[in-house]
Nanobody, 117 residues
Framework: QVQLLESGGGLVQPGGSLRLSCAAS????????MAWYRRVPGKEREMVAI???????IYTDSVAGRFTISRDNAKNTVYLQMSSLKPEDTAVYYC???????????WGQGTQVTASS
């Protein structure tokens, strides 16, 4: 059983930056897909960014050019660098991992990000 632990959330002024980290209890090299999702109260969870094991990255349109996802297999950690934060980025951010080999998926507990003045 792999556990994902997010950190790095907090309160930041609009235009500011934060870096989220997702540390896995096991090797992330076995996961084809590592991703960040977010949820705003009253709305469905939304995909923010995906990093595949082949190096491909995908972003939702609203964060493209402002957010960067990266994975460090040596540290078993996935990062989400967020810049030029907007109030509409305020949400709970969740780390996600999926292995097509095992068919198993894992979620972190979430970390709150608030962009507000």
């Amino acid at each position: 059983q792999v556990q994902l632990l997010e950190s790095g959330g907090g309160l930041v002024q609009p235009g500011g930056s934060l870096r989220l980290s997702c540390a896995a209890s096991g090797s992330i090299s076995t996961f084809n897909t590592m991703a960040w999702y977010r949820r705003v109260p009253g709305k469905e969870r939304e995909m923010v960014a995906i990093a595949y094991s082949d190096g491909t990255t995908i972003y939702t349109d609203s964060v493209a050019g402002r957010f960067t996802i990266s994975r460090d297999n040596a540290k078993n950690t996935v990062y989400l660098q967020m810049s030029s934060l907007k109030p509409e980025d305020t949400a709970v951010y969740y780390c996600y991992a999926f292995s097509t080999f095992t068919g198993r998926a894992y979620w972190g507990q979430g970390t709150q990000v608030t962009a507000s003045s």
